[in-house]
């Protein structure tokens, strides 16, 4: 099962309004499709994200790497040699996400070309994952409006709030608001993407105590970093590291410096393999996952759910799975539902995704 190309496809798709939050806004998605073929006819897929105001990476940059480096290195390896494949690409520094969707194209293959579902063959633990939607920054009144339609409408009771404004008062009444419209039953917790100093953060904690948040993340920069200690010892919820803690040995820096207390998974910043040793560190440690959103399109949250319902401890949280929906429209051949508050894996070997050809043709960018 030789590998005979790769594929790095752009393609853009506009977003319904624009997502914004601390460290940036998205208008469009602008991703990169990755299709891995092999000599037997199988062609393994995922999806590439880019998100330069985080990782550095564009959809640019994304599709010259994998063209000019990734492609060449590993083209006629086979696609079951994970490990050997992932030595060559790590020659390279960086580019987490262009890694990510060749590694998940990679697992796709040797899934298609067993006949069974990959999330089985990571761990198949359960069916589904419940969801969290992430709610971006408004007027109180339309975060509220947001929630309420998202919960009626998907049955979904956990929300993320993007926090981190100036003055931290701003979103301190945004929360304040959710939590009086949507009421005591939802979850909510909060994501600052680094945009309040530690201080600011432990203000806005400590005026937000009595709103039942289950978890703060990334609110203040990691490179602060005894402030950052300092406010996670202060902290009462599980304080999450997320951009701060993308490859293992980070993920060993900021828990065991005291910098976080638990960890968010993206498959599209760490695919399947590195996920599972994120996932299995944060599981000998005793500390707490929630898989994470890196504003991936219904391809990517398919990587997502795969993942995410194959291990008892990365499904007892709901995945942040539903930022798709606020994109107009997708590449998939049969479109992910949310019902009940959950999305099911799909039983069809490989990750469970076919792409629909007409879209590929209309949203591709590469001629």
């Known amino acids: ?43 393994g897929v995922a999806e590439a994200p880019p998100r330069p105001f985080t990782y550095g990476e564009t959809q640019e940059s994304i599709v010259a790497v ?11 390896m086979s696609a079951l040699g994970r490990e050997a494949i992932h030595a060559r690409l790590h020659r390279t520094v960086g580019n987490p996400t262009a890694k990510a969707a060749l590694d998940m194209a990679l697992w796709d293959v040797i ?3 067993l006949g069974l579902p990959v999330t089985e063959l990571l ?47 701003v979103d301190v009444e945004a929360c304040r608001a959710l939590r009086a419209g949507l009421g005591d039953d939802v979850e909510l ?13 432990a203000r806005a904690l400590r005026e937000m105590s009595d709103l039942g948040l289950t ?25 999450v590291a997320d951009e701060s803690a993308t490859r293992p040995g980070e993920v060993t820096r900021e828990l065991l410096a005291g910098a976080a207390t638990a960890i968010s998974i993206k498959t599209a910043r760490t695919g399947f393999t590195t996920s599972q040793r994120v996932l299995f560190q944060c599981e000998g440690l005793g500390v707490e996952v929630v898989m994470g959103n890196q ?30 929906l606020d994109m107009s429209d997708d590449l998939l051949a049969e479109p992910v539902r949310i019902s009940d508050g959950t999305v099911q894996v799909r039983a069809q070997p490989g990750i469970g995704i076919d792409i629909d050809p007409g879209k590929l043709a209309h949203y591709r960018q590469d001629g």
């Open 66 to 76: 994998i063209d000019k480096l990734f492609a060449p290195d590993v083209v006629g």
């Open 295 to 324: 504003i991936d399109g219904q391809i990517g949250t398919m990587c997502s759910v795969a993942f995410g319902a194959a291990y008892q401890l990365t499904s007892q949280r709901p995945g942040e799975l539903s930022n798709f």
């Open 111 to 113: 899934g298609k070309s």
């Open 189 to 201: 917790y909060v994501d600052g993407n680094r945009g309040w100093t530690a201080s600011e953060s």
């Open 215 to 239: 978890l703060a993340e990334e609110l203040c920069p990691a490179d602060d970093v005894l402030g950052r200690r300092w406010l996670v010892q202060h902290s009462e919820i599980p304080f």
């Open 1 to 43: 099962m030789k590998i005979t190309r790769i594929e790095a496809i752009p393609f853009a798709i506009p977003y319904r309004k624009p997502l914004r939050f601390a460290s940036g806004e998205v208008h469009v998605a602008e991703h990169v499709l990755v299709r891995v073929h092999t000599d037997d006819g199988v062609v």
């Open 123 to 169: 761990g198949g633990y359960t069916d589904r994952m419940r969801v969290s939607h992430m709610v971006g920054f408004a007027a109180p009144e339309q975060m509220v409006a947001e929630a309420e339609r998202i919960r009626a409408e998907y049955g979904i009771t956990t929300f993320k709030v993007k926090v981190g404004r100036k003055p931290y008062t």
